[in-house]
Each structure stands twice: as C-alpha cells, then as structure tokens.
C-alpha cells in the first residue's frame, strides 16, 4: 500500500494505491490552519486509508517554498502556520514510512506530464493559475531540479516603480480585490477574460523563452469555463512571440482536482 496526498489553503486530498498506475477514491478533508491539528489529521486519515496494511511511501504536495532536502516546508502563503515545521521527518517517525514532500505544483505539473493532457511530450511546462500563479517544468517524466523551486507568477511584468508581478495582473486573489467579488461572478462574457489573457500571453511568452517547453498545460481555477480562454493566450502569443521560429503547444490540463494524486502515483514510481 502506497498513499498519495496533495495538501491544499483550503482543502487536503488522501488517497490509497496499490499499482502506482491509479489510486483508490479520494477522501477530501477541510485543511486545518494549525499545523499541529494539520499533521494528526494526516496521521490518522493514512492509518485509516491503511486499515490493516503496512503503508510503504506516501508522496505529498504542498503549497509553499521546501527546503532542498525536500523535508521542510520553509514557508507558506496559504497555510503560514505550517512554515518552518519539519513534515517529512515528523510523519515518517508517525507513520513509520518513507515520505517524499514536493510543491503542491510540481506534483499536479508532473502528473499532467506523466498522466495528463502533456503525457508524450519530453519538456512539459505546467502553468496554474488560480488564488496564485505558479508553474513548474518537467523533463522526461521528472520535476526539474531548483535550488528552492520555482516562483514564475513573481516575474515583473513592469520595469518602472510600482513594479508589477505577473500575480499580481492575474491572478484569483488580484482580480478579487480590483472588483470586490469572485471572478466567476463577473460572468463568462466580461471583457476583462480577454485583457487577462493578453497578459497571461507576456508572462508565458518569458516562460517559454526560459524553459523552452514542447507543450505547455494551463491549469488553474481562473482557466475554467468562466475564466481565461486558452485560445485567447494563444492568439496574443503568437502576437508577441519574436525570439523563436514555433510557438510550442498551448492546451488546457484534463485531470482536473486530482492532478496532484496522479502526480504523486508518478513520484513513488
């Protein structure tokens, strides 16, 4: 029995595997803010997902910056009282396994690249936005190597005072406090879908540039149905793009909440 998790703000995904290639149904959990309430009920969910059945590796998303031995959750925007706490070691001396921790983005980008709308692709670029934006490159099946990760939603977008990220023009949290409501609430035909994503095109456009990806997979709460058009990214793209001869392809993510458990089937490989 392996385990697969992502650990989200708001919520935290457990779910059972035997073969690495799919998992058992999920059991989704509101995320405590507490770290100390976080890691029982991690502990007890896994024993529980268990049963009877040693546990031989758990793979784990999480939404901040790791340490680079992968064993501590330096810090976290979404879950900032779990920054500084040594998860990896803490669940292996509770759980008595081995514990691979990656960002909560590397491990839905790696699953969309093993599992997912970039699977055949040797260079995959996963871009997500949502509350934030971030991304993350694999190569040939595995998370490329960073000293402490990577952060592309905070590439300035703008090189005179105020300087300006690319999360900050995009991003869920950005377009929530311009209009004081969700983003889904300003409806599918608001103009402003298609002035994010001429935006979006500038910020992917240096992402490319840097990574030089064969595909590159949008995921993310703000490219859903009432969101940014992955077509209209591509258009602006194709308008900016000058360095290089092909612009590579441009396509929507396909396994929806559960990239990170997928993606955690591709790390215990």
């Known amino acids: 029995m392996h ?3 992502d650990i989200g703000g708001t919520k935290m995904r457990l779910a059972g595997t035997h073969d690495l290639n799919s998992f058992d149904t999920p059991i989704f959990l509101a995320t405590p803010k507490a770290y100390d309430e976080g890691f029982a009920l991690f502990v007890e ?14 793979a784990i998303g999480v939404p901040g910056v790791l340490a680079p031995d992968k064993r501590t959750l330096l810090q976290s925007q979404n879950l900032p009282q779990w920054g500084g706490h040594t998860f990896a070691d803490d669940l292996e001396r509770a759980l008595g ?9 590397a491990l839905v980008g790696l699953g969309e690249a093993v599992f997912g709308a970039g699977k055949g692709s040797a260079i995959v670029a996963y871009v997500t936005v949502s509350t934030g934006v971030n991304g993350i490159r694999i190569i040939d099946g595995v998370i490329d190597r960073a000293a402490l990760g990577f952060e592309i939603g905070g590439q300035y977008l703008s090189a005179t005072a105020p300087l300006v990220t690319l999360e900050e023009l995009i991003s869920g949290s950005a377009i929530e406090k311009r209009y004081g409501m969700h983003p889904r609430d300003l409806g599918k035909e608001s103009p402003l879908w298609e002035e994010l994503a001429q935006v979006a095109a500038i910020g992917i456009h240096n992402t490319i540039l840097h990574w030089s990806p064969n595909i590159v997979v949008f995921g993310g709460s703000m490219f ?5 058009p992955v077509d209209s990214v591509y258009r602006h793209l194709s308008d900016v793009m000058k360095k290089i001869p092909q612009i590579p392809n441009i396509v929507h993510s396909s396994l929806h909440d559960e990239g990170g458990l997928y993606g955690g089937l591709a790390r215990l490989r």
């Open 3 to 5: 385990i697969v998790s």
């Open 45 to 58: 969910t896994a024993k529980q997902i268990a049963g009877n059945e040693s546990i031989e590796s758990i």
């Open 97 to 105: 396994t081995k514990i691979f921790l990656e960002n909560d983005t």
């Open 224 to 228: 859903n149905e009432i969101g940014i």
